[in-house]
């Protein structure tokens, strides 16, 4: 069934390729193919092919690389028609056949053609032919070629060398199993670079035999917030022989895995279990997230330390780059150490940031020494580095272009445009993140290639990469959701020449189902409808829908039943009575592109609004963070800039006197804030427990109402509040006094009658 809905989905989308007129042999499909990315070159030809049990792989004598092509290749065409294709020696003939060919220019590039006598994919290496593979599995699962995949002639190579994608195993711990599950999504894209963050303030994730406290210690921290369904303990490392499997199973998918271990800061979890590294104090592995203030000191010791550390590193990684952190190392130690200060002066070094540049650069002739690279985060350029060293720009793209432009190699990683852990859209089921919602078009609308960078120094831009940091992903589910489908859009802009982003929408459905089939649920938010409401007369709301792309129809119901392809169009915003519960979904050829979203309207809910629902009073470090405990077998996600407790609900209509009934709850305030901290609001309370004010149009207009804390006792619990008479429509502030730490209060909801 899900065959023949997607048929008809593509039927009528525009062409995703160059199309090529009718030629001798039959006419040319125009059917639009949904491969992602889109090749270098593709031409329509004519003809089909069609496969079915007793199509042969047919390889070279002797082509051992097209051989183990050819093996992973049967097991996809397993996965997907449900029979696996014979793997022959002989000549190409009828079937699919895989060759090595000196004459295909380009480390993974490739050549794919196809027409009614069968399929050739050519590469001069192994990978290239990998990718080819790929591209042919792809045009297998586009539900244009159940009848055969079309003809094509595809001439391909990709735009950039680093096409990378980063995650966080350090705050939150994946399985060994999600990482491959992983790692195999990267390789249908085409990515081919696993940056592995290893070590950071919240855990030392890697078995180090030299220094056994680095796990026994430094991979637990103190559980907070959701993490506490597990325990009093966040714990989890990865053995030598995980890490080794990981990369072997990467390397199998012409995947490089590149470590980080952080220094000199974010180092709190290696200090944790060896103090004499740092300060010689004893600490804990942080359970803030943020930036910690703890670095590795510069004693010769602490750099036989790290060697031996690297040493380790190296036998079980065998990527040409080593990854070595330097991003927000906070010198407040540095500055305070008289060792530290004293060394400075013998190498007459007049400032902690060209003391780091001073670390970096001993850890980048270490590495050059045994043959490796150093790349690490743009805060390296901030001193002197190796030539050799190769810049992760993560502050903007200012460090790419200050690299770039210096002569070193650059990889693009910008916040927040590349940051996943940045929410996807302001739909109330949006997951826990940074609510600065970065789309994804906001990240297929990035060019690695980025304005700054002299034309001479092109060649040193490797590519581009996107961070999964993990501080709100303690899950896989999360993981899916914040990857796909943006990894499709980094995938397209790292390999593709050209970018089109209607295109690139049309062909999406079909990707999603691949993910789908895949075993990935990925994040619907580019088409799911936002349902907007407001009041309407005495006794009605009136309803406006919107979807993030505008593509397709946005159809919808007003009966309760659920949203098809037939149900009313969405043209404009409609006026309802109440009660009614609106459904809606958007459709594309009759098939169904998001999950079907619903609000139910009343009296009481025109009054009503959660703090997602809600605009924060600023936008210093707003959060969608979720709660530590369970409402109606869910935790609750709430809105809050933890700089400034205070919401706004912008346009409320009073006309008499309104009762406020305000759900809070108790947050722990696990935010290491280092200089910014001196900038959390604090509002004079007249109680500990502090006191929610509601103030009239601006938060510091007429006080309304003042409810005490206190009675919710630190969790959460419904609090009653009463407005004195106003008439009009008026913005309400809600502030809290106090200041948070080491919990915060948050609004969860609000309710007036």
Known sequence: MRRTLLVALLLGLS???????????????????????????????PGHYRIDAKTPIVVAPGDTAA????????????????????????????????????????????????????????????????????????????????????????????????RGLMLDSSRHFQSVHDIEHLIDQMAMHKLNTFHWHLTDDQGWRLKIDKYPKLTEVGSCRKAVGSDTAGGDSYCGFYTKDDAKQIVAYAAERHITVVPEIEMPGHAQAAVAAYPQYGTGKPKKVSSDWGVNTALFNTDDATFVFLQDVLDEVM??????????????????????SKAVQARMKK??????????????????????????????????????????????????TEGAIKAANAGHDVVLAPSPVLYLDRVQSSLPDEPPGRPSDETLKTLYDFDPMVPGIGADKAEHVLGAEATLFTEHMHDWYRIQHATFPRMAALA?????PRADWNDFLARLPVQMARYRSAGIIPADSAFAV?????????????????????????RYTTDGSTPTPQSTAYTAPFDVSLPTTVKANTFEGGFGLAGVREEAIDAKSLLHRTSVQLDTCTDDLPLRIEAPEMVDGVRPIYKADIMNTCWVWKNVPLDGRYGAAIT??????????????????????????????????????????????????????????????????????FV??????????VIADIQLR
């Open 664 to 733: 809070v709850d108790r947050l722990p305030y696990n935010y290491a804030l280092w200089k910014a901290a001196k900038n959390v609001v604090s509002r004079k309370s007249r109680s500990r427990a502090g006191e929610i004010e509601i103030h009239q149009d601006t938060c510091d207009g007429p006080k309304l109402a003042t409810i005490d804390l206190s009675k919710a006792k630190d969790r959460r619990a419904t609090l009653q509040g009463v407005l004195p008479k106003r008439e009009g429509t008026h913005d309400l502030c």
């Open 315 to 336: 036998e079980i990684f065998p990527s040409s780059y080593i990854h070595v952190g330097g991003d927000e190392a906070a010198k407040d130690e540095w500055e305070r």
């Open 67 to 162: 051989k183990r092509v050819a093996g992973q290749l049967q097991g996809w065409v397993r996965q997907a028609r449900g029979f696996a294709p014979a793997i022959v020696e002989g000549k190409p003939g009828a079937g699919i056949s895989l060759a090595t060919r000196s004459t295909v220019k380009g480390h993974e590039a490739y050549t794919l053609d196809v027409d009614a006598k069968g399929v050739r994919i050519a590469a001069n290496d192994e990978t290239g032919l990998f990718y080819g593979a790929v591209t042919y599995w792809q045009l297998l699962t586009d539900p244009a070629s159940q009848n055969g995949v079309p003809g094509v002639h595809i001439v391909d190579a990709p735009r950039f060398a680093w």
């Open 15 to 45: 062409a995703c390729a160059t199309q090529a007129p009718k030629q001798a042999g039959g006419p040319v499909d125009t059917t639009p193919l949904s491969l992602i990315p889109m090749p270098a070159q593709l031409t329509r030809a």
């Open 736 to 745: 809290i006094t106090g200041k948070p730490g080491p919990k915060m209060w």
């Open 347 to 396: 190498l007459g070094i007049d400032d902690e940031e060209k003391m780091q540049g001073w670390f970096i650069a001993r850890i980048g002739d270490y590495l050059d020494k045994h043959g490796r690279r150093l790349i690490g985060w743009d805060e390296i350029l901030d001193g002197k580095v190796p030539a050799s060293a190769t810049v992760m720009s993560w502050r903007g």
């Open 492 to 496: 397209e802009r790292t390999w593709s």
């Open 530 to 554: 936002a349902i907007s409401v407001a009041p309407a007369g005495k006794d009605g709301a009136r309803v406006t829908l919107s979807s993030q792309t505008g593509y397709g129809t946005v």
